[in-house]
Nanobody, 118 residues
Framework: QVQLVESGGGLVQAGGSLRLSCAAS????????MGWYRQAPGKQRELVST???????NYVDSVKGRFTICRDNAKNTVFLQMNSLKHEDAAVYCC????????????WGRGTQVTVSS
């Protein structure tokens, strides 16, 4: 059974930092694209960041220079370090895993809430 379990969300003041983690099980982690989507109330789901099996990184423009994604293949975990958080970063952040050689094979976590206060 495939599971993606996020952790690390919470309440943080604007300008603060959070580190999200997503632990995967039931997949060959090293052959999956890993990444994070977010969705705020009333807004469309947005792809925040992706890391490929080879370590290439992608970020949405609004988080470049503030967020960093990395993966630990030994621990089957992907991380999202979020610094200089803004109110507009508040959302539910969901981890996903997409098999590199079969993109139709995609799994999702349940999400973790990030709230940014004044």
């Amino acid at each position: 059974q495939v599971q993606l379990v996020e952790s690390g969300g919470g309440l943080v003041q604007a300008g603060g930092s959070l580190r999200l983690s997503c632990a995967a099980s039931g997949i060959i982690f090293s052959i999956y694209y890993m990444g994070w989507y977010r969705q705020a109330p009333g807004k469309q789901r947005e792809l925040v960041s992706t890391i490929t099996p080879g370590g290439s990184l992608n970020y949405v423009d609004s988080v470049k220079g503030r967020f960093t994604i990395c993966r630990d293949n030994a621990k089957n975990t992907v991380f999202l370090q979020m610094n200089s958080l803004k109110h507009e970063d508040a959302a539910v952040y969901c981890c996903y895993a997409r098999r590199a050689d079969m993109p139709s094979v995609t799994y999702w976590g349940r999400g973790t809430q990030v709230t940014v206060s004044s």
